[in-house]
């Protein structure tokens, strides 16, 4: 794991289904979220670890590197000490995280590639909240 000596400190959420994964941009513009803090808010840490992802999932990294033709800067460690990922990863990591989002994203695959179209159970509700009164809902 590369470390980092330029100041990582300003944190974003990128999904609002998931305000734990906190993402950040190194001063050369390259994209990380904080995989610390997200095994800290959302797993366990006496079971989940960055080596631990690295070790389950190095099929997907690796096809992910060569897709997006990723440096070695995949995995670094910020100058707080916390290990950051390279953002391409962050959904995977969940995944890691949670096997049941790794199953609700297949699903969600399927049905993108059955109906042509998928929608994120957050937009349906949104949607249905829009379109339904109270009493209908």
């Known amino acids: 794991m590369t470390n ?25 513009g390259c994209e990380y979220f904080d995989a610390f803090l997200y095994i800290k808010n959302k797993g366990d840490p006496a079971v989940h670890s960055v080596e631990g992802f690295r070790m389950a999932f190095s099929h997907w990294i690796n096809a992910v590197r060569d897709a997006y033709s990723l440096s070695d800067d995949i995995f670094i460690t910020a100058p707080n000490g916390h290990q950051l990922i390279d953002y ?8 890691y995280i949670d096997p049941g989002f790794g199953v609700y994203m297949m699903e969600r695959m399927s049905d993108m590639l059955l109906r042509g179209i998928v929608l994120s159970d957050t937009c349906l509700l949104l949607m249905a909240k829009d379109r339904l009164s109270k009493e209908q809902l």
Do not use: H, Q
């Open 4 to 28: 980092v000596k330029s100041d990582i400190s300003r944190y974003e959420i990128r999904y609002r289904e998931f305000p734990e994964l906190l993402f950040t941009v190194r001063g050369d």
């Open 88 to 95: 391409a990863l962050a959904l995977l990591f969940v995944a």
